[in-house]
């Protein structure tokens, strides 16, 4: 059986992730101030790029896509020691369960007060 969509999002991001450390183990300076634009800009996207990713119904694949996240909070200097929690509330950083929540609540929104249009016109030959 091949990889599924989750998991290859997931191995790629999680190469990316390898790839920025090795790039700033040369740095003395891990700070978030570094990493978290690193992460915003080259990790997350492949995390969020599809919808079945972004919005995965089964836990192994929700815990898989929340272990990136988890991962570039742990080496980042000065974060090792706190909790996770506490980790995410200094890095400014929302869990994805949290991301997908409020995008769903955006979208709604915009459909209820008529900011975009759901409305597919059916054509007949």
């Known amino acids: 059986m091949g990889?599924?969509?989750?998991?290859a999002a997931v191995s790629k991001a999680t190469r990316i992730i390898g790839m920025i450390k090795l790039k700033l183990q040369n740095f003395i300076d891990k700070s978030k101030?570094?990493?978290i634009p690193l992460y915003k800009s080259l990790v997350r996207p492949?995390?969020?790029?599809r919808c079945q990713i972004w919005n995965?119904?089964?836990s192994k694949d929700i815990d898989l896509v929340e272990g990136?996240?988890?991962r570039v909070r742990r080496f980042i200097s000065g974060m090792q020691k706190?909790?996770?929690?506490?980790r995410t509330l200094?890095?400014?950083l929302m869990p994805l369960n949290t991301r997908r929540l409020r995008s769903d609540l955006v979208e709604t929104?915009?459909?209820i007060n008529g900011k975009y249009s759901i409305y597919i016109p059916i054509t007949f030959f």
């Open 46 to 49: 492949h995390l969020e790029y």
């Open 82 to 86: 706190l909790s996770y929690d506490d």
């Open 90 to 92: 200094r890095l400014g």
């Open 68 to 70: 990136v996240q988890r």
């Open 33 to 35: 101030e570094v990493t």
């Open 56 to 58: 995965p119904n089964y």
């Open 109 to 111: 929104f915009k459909i």
């Open 3 to 7: 990889e599924t969509v989750c998991s």
